[in-house]
């Protein structure tokens, strides 16, 4: 498994806008998916993007996937009050056996401001 | 209700003592994991089971031990010898079907403190 890398670490926007979250990974991956929680709660799994995927909607969410460069973004569009969380990205390899280990970076901190 | 469950929620010992968090799915999944995380912190593995009987350790197994005796449950054993043990622990279970994303579905989390 392998660490992904949120930035920015923290983000603070007004109710209604636009939410862009970023992460970066190391090596060659099956998938990338991101998570969020709530503050004291457990991660909820919200997205997941196949390596042969470049692009990948959810409701207000979208999801893109540059294996060239290592990396995805994570868009939330209208962003809500109830959006306030920590959001993770847990790239996985395509590695049998131990594959199923997802490595959780630091997360993004976001808040919604009304 | 399908789900994964962590009791308890919080959880208060004396340093010495050993103590166990419960990890129960009725995901019919295979997999099960332990994390721990700590004040403005990722997370990290601790241990992780990919079926019955069998777990492997994972990045800070250190002071912690598990056991995987049914499909069903996961249980994590704070020893005295873990150093620092106060902190957020969470379970997640997946399945292991090929096609599968292996996304992970995780419990509430147990608060366990240590004076």
């Known amino acids: ?114 | 209700d399908g789900g994964i469950t962590q009791s308890p929620k919080y959880l208060f010992r004396k340093e010495g003592q050993n103590v166990t968090l419960s990890c129960e799915q009725n995901l019919n999944h295979d997999a099960m994991y332990w994390y721990r995380q700590d004040p403005g912190q990722g997370l990290r593995l601790i241990y992780y089971s990919q079926i019955v009987n069998d777990f492997q350790k994972g990045d800070i197994a250190e002071g912690y031990s598990v056991s995987r005796e049914k499909k069903e449950s996961f249980p994590l054993t704070v020893t005295s010898a873990q150093k620092n043990p106060t902190a957020f622990y969470l379970c997640a279970s997946s399945s292991r079907l090929a096609g599968e994303g292996f996304e992970q579905y995780f419990g509430p989390g147990t608060r366990l403190t240590v004076t």
Not at chain 1, 19 to 40: D, E, H, P, V
């Open chain 1, 1 to 114: 498994s392998q660490q992904g890398e949120e930035d920015p670490q923290a983000l603070s926007i007004q109710e209604g806008e636009n939410a862009t979250m970023n992460c970066s990974y190391k090596t060659s991956i099956n998938n990338l998916q991101w998570y969020r929680q709530n503050s004291g709660r457990g991660l909820v799994h919200l997205i997941l993007i196949r390596s042969n995927e470049r692009e990948k909607h959810s409701g207000r969410l979208r999801v893109t996937l540059d294996t060239s460069k290592k990396s995805s973004s994570l868009l939330i569009t209208a962003s809500r009050a109830a959006d306030t969380a920590s959001y993770f990205c847990a790239p996985r390899t395509g590695i049998t056996g131990g594959g199923n280990k997802l490595t959780f970076g630091t997360g993004t901190q976001l808040k919604v401001e009304l």
